[in-house]
């Protein structure tokens, strides 16, 4: 599977940005999505997943109430909305493609494919 996200850029604090991310495999729906996020000199760390059928949603304790995931299974893309953005969420962001299970994983380890990344810059 073939990931392409994009939509980072720069906003400023308390802005919004949609990121969305593309596959290039069919059936997108046989795939448990996340997005990923990581800032300099720190690791990657779980920022949201969607499982298969989109009924079943994580996401990060610092993100909760600010970002929502979401899928479209016949356009084959998954986004990410991201509102009252602030300094902290500054990083590159990636889409992760992994089996599609009931359950959700919020390890990098749970997850095969993984796209480019997009840089996300949130000015104070």
């Known amino acids: 599977v073939q990931l392409q996200a994009s939509g980072g850029g720069l906003v400023q604090a308390g802005g919004s940005l949609r990121l969305s991310c593309a596959a290039s495999?069919?059936?997108?729906?046989?795939?448990?999505m996340a997005w990923f996020r990581q800032a300099p000199g720190k690791e990657r760390e779980f920022v949201a997943a969607i499982n298969w059928s989109g009924g079943s949603t994580a996401y990060a304790d610092s993100v909760k109430g600010r970002f929502t995931i979401s899928r479209d299974n016949a356009k084959n893309t998954v986004n990410l909305q991201m509102n009252t953005l602030k300094p902290d969420d500054t990083a590159v962001y990636y889409c992760?493609?992994?089996?599609?299970?009931?359950?959700?994983?919020?390890?990098?380890?749970?997850?095969?494919?993984w796209g480019q990344g997009t840089q996300v810059t949130v000015s104070s």
């Open positions: 992760a493609a992994g089996p599609g299970r009931w359950s959700l994983e919020l390890t990098t380890h749970a997850y095969d494919y």
């Open positions: 495999r069919r059936p997108f729906g046989a795939y448990n």
